[in-house]
């Protein structure tokens, strides 16, 4: 007698839960979507677009390093390549994009 029941409130539980909005289905797809946009796409965005601001602003004599640990003095500029020359007098050409940053900043003593 029991299993007629409880056979008979799982059918109503089953066409409860089929007769859930379209919409209500999607929420948790927007949701996870917004946690990764503020948690990884917009800090990476930032990230790049300060980057290029760098790139924009470098100017014949600042001490740069490049993403590959070489220190230099800009000593020319173009569209896409830098000349860098190297304490020892060296001159290295190199992809602007290669840059990563300014050398001041990198060998300034921490107080």
Known sequence: MFEIFSSAYAQEAAAGAAQQSPFMQFVPFVLIFLVMYFLMIRPQKKKVQEEQSFLDKLAHGDEVFTKSGI?????????????????????????????????????????
């Open 71 to 111: 220190l230099g003095k800009i000593t020319g500029i173009a569209d896409k390549v830098v000349t860098l020359e190297l304490e020892s007098g060296a001159k290295l050409k190199i992809l602007k994009s290669h840059i990563g940053g300014s050398a001041t900043q990198l060998l300034a003593e921490k107080k």
